[in-house]
């Protein structure tokens, strides 16, 4: 599986920003997606993720504002952004796994080479 991610951008806070995660390979459906972020000096962390059958998780800090979607018809995973924040800049990193719990990111055997997003104040 191959992954591409892209929809990063600088955006004013209270904005939105939809990313997209194309995945190559014909096992997409099967895969549990992730969206992972990193900040700058920080250690990157679990955005939010959503199973193969079809099931939502989302870290506190995002929850109520961020939505996780996939269309397996495009091979594609989507992470629509609202109301962010300046503490939303990161670069976003998207994953595919095929099992194990979606919040470690040892679970997790694709990566996709990452999106910054900044919010400015």
């Known amino acids: 599986v191959q992954l591409q991610a892209s929809g990063g951008g600088l955006v004013q806070a209270g904005g939105s920003l939809r990313l997209s995660c194309a995945a190559s390979g014909r096992t997409f459906s099967s895969a549990g997606m992730g969206w992972f972020r990193q900040a700058p000096g920080k250690e990157r962390e679990f955005v939010a993720a959503?199973?193969?059958?079809?099931?939502?998780y989302y870290a506190d800090s995002v929850k109520g504002r961020f939505t996780i979607s996939r269309d397996n018809a495009k091979n594609t995973v989507y992470l629509q952004m609202n109301s962010l924040k300046p503490e939303d800049t990161a670069i976003y990193y998207c994953?595919?796994?095929?099992?194990?719990?979606?919040?470690?990111?040892?679970?997790?055997?694709?990566w996709g080479q990452g999106t910054q997003v900044t919010v400015s104040s």
């Open positions: 959503i199973r193969s059958g079809g099931s939502t």
């Open positions: 994953a595919a796994g095929f099992g194990g719990s979606y919040y470690y990111q040892n679970n997790y055997a694709y």
